[in-house]
Every structure is written in structure tokens, then in C-alpha cells.
């Protein structure tokens, strides 16, 4: 299992430009996340996923888009990149069980953006 | 809104010390999940435990202990005899309910811990 995969792992944007951050998991988990972490700061939810066609918003939104066309693909969208994106960003999945128990966050090793 | 406070920024102790890193949390939810996991300088996010509201035992692995109190909202984590591979930034993490009964995990801010030879 490769686990959770992020593409690319660096990339060096102009402000205005646009980009999709790629996410993809081999779990077969129905939960996915988009977190970012500015610099010597926590996680910030971005969007979350519960499962295929269903995606909403967490506490950092603004500038984002994701869609989840299958279980495994997660990608975050950039439009019109600011330099207030420069960031960390990491995807993670996870499941909750038949029984309600909610498991523990897989992450992807992230990728370092920065807007200029 | 749930609410993880980890009010220690960075911690820096000498290597066999001991040290705590406290996690307080506020939740409206009576069932909740909290979690601890590390950055070390490398950078991937590493997942070290899972507690639910039901359990409040104490759990210890290795060197590693959680000691969970609903009572104070309270889930502090302890290393004893500190090694220089334990420097990394430890996030504490609480699960937040959401209406159609899905979740999501909120973060706290971390603490960022060095342990000098």
C-alpha cells in the first residue's frame, strides 16, 4: 500500500496563477482532508470529504476548491494564488467504523507551495 | 465551536529529562476522539495515539504517556527520559461532529519540543 500520495512534492507559483494539488489514497478510506500549515504554525482544515460527490468547507475555505469524483482522488484546486497561500499542504484520509469509531488521520508527506 | 488549546509554544529541556506537554480542549459533543501526533524536523506528520471520551485509562508505551481527564478536558502527554530523536513538534487533535454525523479533525497549534544532548 502506498498509502496517501501528494503531487508534486514543491512548487513555486506567480500570484495569479492557478494550480490543482493532486491527493490520491489506496485505503479505500471514505474520509479525505485538505489541511494547511503556515510556517512554525498548526493545521488548518481547508475542505474535508466524507465520501465520493460530497465535499464541505473547514475553518480556511477562501481560494479553494476540491471535488471528489471517486473514493481515492481528493485534488485541491488553487484560483488567482495569493502570496497569503504560501503554505504546507497536506491531504489525509481516514474511515470511521461500522461500530461509529473514528480512526486515526493517514497523511501524505505534503506539499510545499509558495506565490509570489 | 470545538477548541484545542496547546498553550506551551516550545519547550526545551536537556536529554533523560522528563517532560509534559499539555493539551486542553473545549467540545459541545459527549462522544469525542483525541489524538497526538508528531512532526519531526523531516517534516511527515506521525500518528502516536487515540483516545475516546468513553476511556479515561491512562496509557503508557515505552516511554510515552497519556493521561486523559474529562473532568479538567485535559489530555497531556509525557515522555520520560527524554531522547534528542524526540525533538519535533507534537500536535494534539480533537474530533468534531458534524450534523449528518460525519467528522472532522480539529488541531491545536503544537508544541514544539527540543531535547538537547
Known amino acids: 500500500n502506498a498509502g496517501v500520495t501528494q503531487t508534486p512534492k514543491f512548487r513555486i507559483l506567480k500570484i495569479g496563477q492557478s494550480m490543482t494539488l493532486q491527493c490520491t489514497q489506496d485505503?479505500?478510506?471514505?474520509?479525505m482532508y485538505w489541511y494547511r500549515q503556515d510556517p512554525g504554525m498548526g493545521l488548518k482544515l481547508i475542505y474535508y470529504?466524507?465520501?465520493?460527490?460530497?465535499?464541505d468547507k473547514g475553518e480556511v475555505p477562501n481560494g479553494y476548491n476540491v471535488s471528489r469524483s471517486t473514493t481515492e482522488d481528493f485534488p485541491l484546486r488553487l484560483e488567482l494564488a495569493a502570496p497569503s497561500q504560501t503554505s504546507v499542504y497536506f491531504c489525509?484520509?481516514?474511515?470511521?467504523?461500522?461500530?461509529?469509531?473514528?480512526?486515526?488521520?493517514?497523511f501524505g508527506n505534503g506539499t510545499r507551495l509558495t506565490v509570489t | 465551536a470545538q477548541k484545542v488549546t496547546q498553550a506551551q509554544t516550545e519547550i526545551s529541556v536537556v536529554e533523560k529529562e522528563d517532560v509534559t506537554l499539555d493539551c486542553v480542549y473545549e467540545?459541545?459533543?459527549?462522544?469525542?476522539?483525541l489524538f497526538w501526533y508528531k512532526q519531526p524536523p523531516s517534516g511527515e506528520l506521525v500518528f502516536l495515539i487515540r483516545r475516546n471520551s468513553f476511556d479515561e485509562q491512562n496509557e503508557i508505551s515505552g516511554r510515552y504517556s497519556w493521561n486523559f481527564q474529562k473532568s479538567t478536558s485535559s489530555f497531556n502527554f509525557t515522555i520520560t527520559a527524554s531522547q534528542v530523536v524526540d525533538s519535533a513538534v507534537y500536535f494534539c487533535?480533537?474530533?468534531?461532529?458534524?450534523?449528518?454525523?460525519?467528522?472532522?479533525?480539529?488541531f491545536g497549534s503544537g508544541t514544539r519540543l527540543l531535547v538537547r544532548p
Open positions: 485505503m479505500n478510506h471514505n474520509y
Open positions: 489525509a484520509s481516514s474511515y470511521q467504523t461500522g461500530m461509529g469509531h473514528i480512526q486515526p488521520l493517514h
Open positions: 470529504s466524507v465520501g465520493a460527490g460530497i465535499t
Open positions: 487533535a480533537l474530533s468534531e461532529a458534524q450534523m449528518d454525523s460525519s467528522y472532522k479533525l480539529i
Open positions: 467540545t459541545r459533543d459527549t462522544t469525542y476522539y
